[in-house]
């Protein structure tokens, strides 16, 4: 997992587990479709209380 677990957080919660595995998800796509010569263009999924059900992205040219 990302740093935000193992320096920061001495025993985090599901929710930061899960926003780490977020984060470096994204980053890992991001890495992988650079490599093709595309770029993730990314929306949340938000309700109007501002609760987050998660993410998609659009994959459009560099």
Partial sequence: ??????TTIA???PMDRMASSSKD?????????SAKGL????YSLAD???FNFGFVCRLEPA
């Avoid at 998800?25 to 479709?33: I, R």
């Avoid at 770029?39 to 990314?42: I, Q």
């Fill in 39 to 42: 770029k993730p263009v990314w």
């Fill in 25 to 33: 998800y994204m980053a890992a796509l991001e890495e992988y479709v």
């Fill in 11 to 13: 025993n985090p919660s």
């Fill in 1 to 6: 997992m990302s740093e935000l677990i193992n």
């Fill in 48 to 50: 109007d209380a501002d």
